[in-house]
């Protein structure tokens, strides 16, 4: 069946079109579910454009636990209370402001999450691409 869609254009079935977003969907929420449970610092930053890099020091270890680790009331009195500048200090509570809002919507997801990372982590290795995350918020927020 597949080999006679070697020559015909996409979608080769209007069935493929449902398959493709829905997929695309369930992808995208497993992956802002593991973005707020389970990304690095170095992750949170580069998707929030933080310049964190001068300040690792200061900075809570999060064991890759998400933006709800960072973002913790615990870790940003932590931060608040460094040496970090005010700027830095109020950069990051912005983000997880912003960041928290939107994680709050995709907790809900999370009973799904070990299940579905470990099917897209074997479907669609990425090795986490920072570029996934952006194109993933843009279609479902």
Same mark, same amino acid.
């Given at each position: @069946?597949?080999s006679?869609?070697t020559?015909?254009?996409?979608?080769?079935?209007? +069935?493929?079109?449902?398959?493709?977003?829905?997929?695309?969907?369930?992808?995208?929420?497993?992956?802002?579910?593991?973005?707020?449970?389970?990304?690095?610092?170095?992750?949170?930053?580069?998707?929030?454009?933080?310049?964190?890099?001068?300040?690792?020091?200061? @900075?809570?270890?999060?064991?890759?636990?998400?933006?709800?680790?960072?973002?913790?009331?615990?870790? @940003?009195?932590?931060?608040?209370?460094?040496a970090?500048?005010?700027?830095?200090?109020?950069?990051?509570?912005?983000?997880?402001?912003?960041?928290?809002?939107?994680?709050? +919507?995709?907790?809900?997801?999370?009973?799904?999450?070990?299940?579905?990372?470990?099917?897209?982590a074997?479907?669609?290795?990425?090795?986490?691409?920072?570029?996934?995350?952006?194109?993933c918020?843009?279609?479902?927020?």
């Amino acid at each position: @069946l597949s080999s006679s869609w070697t020559n015909v254009e996409y979608p080769a079935d209007a +069935k493929e079109i449902v398959v493709a977003e829905t997929f695309n969907d369930a992808f995208c929420y497993a992956e802002a579910s593991r973005f707020c449970n389970e990304a690095n610092i170095e992750e949170i930053a580069s998707v929030f454009s933080l310049t964190l890099d001068d300040y690792k020091e200061f @900075l809570p270890d999060i064991n890759n636990g998400g933006v709800n680790a960072l973002c913790s009331d615990s870790n @940003l009195e932590i931060i608040r209370n460094s040496a970090m500048p005010d700027d830095a200090v109020t950069s990051i509570e912005n983000t997880c402001e912003e960041a928290l809002k939107i994680c709050g +919507k995709f907790d809900v997801f999370e009973i799904y999450n070990p299940v579905t990372s470990e099917f897209f982590a074997k479907q669609c290795p990425d090795e986490h691409n920072i570029d996934i995350i952006p194109w993933c918020g843009n279609l479902i927020m």
